[in-house]
């Protein structure tokens, strides 16, 4: 399948590993210019480089998606050295695990920061380029803890929705100019991420990390950790020409793990 993606720009935030990694290569190996960002610089570049590895066109910006100030030279810098943003993947770290009575104030602003301030600004800063070529995707990496709280799990689970909420309220007033706005809700993923929350909620539990995966596996239905490749298949279709019809969705890829009928 064509997904029509050679000639495109797509910027992917935290995109040094894990899930946004593996989405800067798929769409890079369909075509697609790719700028990624990251806060840490040695892994940006051997990301980077790994793509360049498979053949791929990529460019590299340090930063940290917090920062206002950081979006924003993250995307006059893309405009500038690849060209205008057909399609904005924003995606971040985990925030802090936690029952409620354990998070600070201090918590709660860096999470806000870190989900949700990062999308607007993102969203913000891509949407005169998308609105003039009449054309333009927006993807949100929120997780399967949007749909279905995940016991501690306290800001993951109230930012994450409220991303969701932003999205789809943001996808019906852009929709007449040709963007689709999408929410990815990635379930238990083979990822640095999910290892280090087995590791912690291990510590908190009394157990070890192989119960607490084994625990996650023997809740999914298809008894196993999503890896990052098969996650970033749905991104790039969302980001195609094929998907236009598509937009305001929150979409799982999770081996079954959300119960829910709708």
């Not at 798929?26 to 990624?36: Q, R």
């Not at 157990?207 to 023997?218: D, N, V, Y």
Request: glycine share 10%; aromatic share 4%.
């Amino acid at each position: 399948m064509d997904l029509g993606l050679r000639g495109r720009t797509a910027l992917v935030a935290a995109a040094s590993k894990g899930l946004g990694l593996a989405v800067a290569e798929e769409l890079a190996a369909e075509g697609a210019a790719v700028v990624i960002c990251a806060r840490g610089r040695p892994a940006l570049e051997a990301a980077a480089e790994r793509i360049r590895q498979a053949g791929g066109r990529v460019h590299a910006i340090a930063a940290d998606v917090a920062l206002p100030g950081d979006v924003a030279r993250v995307v006059a810098e893309c405009e500038r050295e690849v060209g205008g943003v057909d399609i904005l993947v924003t995606n971040s770290g985990g925030p802090k695990s936690g029952r409620f009575e354990t998070l600070t104030m201090e918590d709660w602003d860096q999470a806000a920061r870190v989900l949700l301030s990062s999308a607007v600004e993102f969203a913000r800063a891509v949407l005169p380029g998308m609105r003039a070529r009449q054309w333009g995707r927006i993807l949100h990496v929120t997780s399967i803890a949007a749909k279905q709280p995940v016991d501690g799990l306290m800001l993951s689970n109230s930012l994450r929705s409220a991303v969701t909420a932003f999205a789809r309220t943001l996808a019906n007033e852009v929709a007449p100019d040709g963007i689709t706005v999408n929410c990815l809700m990635p379930g238990y993923t083979r990822t640095d991420r999910v290892v280090d929350l087995s590791n912690q909620m291990a510590t908190a539990g009394g157990t070890t990390p192989e119960a607490i995966l084994g625990r996650w596996e023997a809740e999914i239905p298809m008894r196993r950790l999503g890896e990052p490749r098969e996650f970033a298949a749905l991104a790039a279709f969302l980001a195609s020409e094929r998907a236009s019809y598509i937009t305001g969705q929150s979409i799982a890829v999770d081996g079954g793990w959300i119960r829910s009928l709708l």
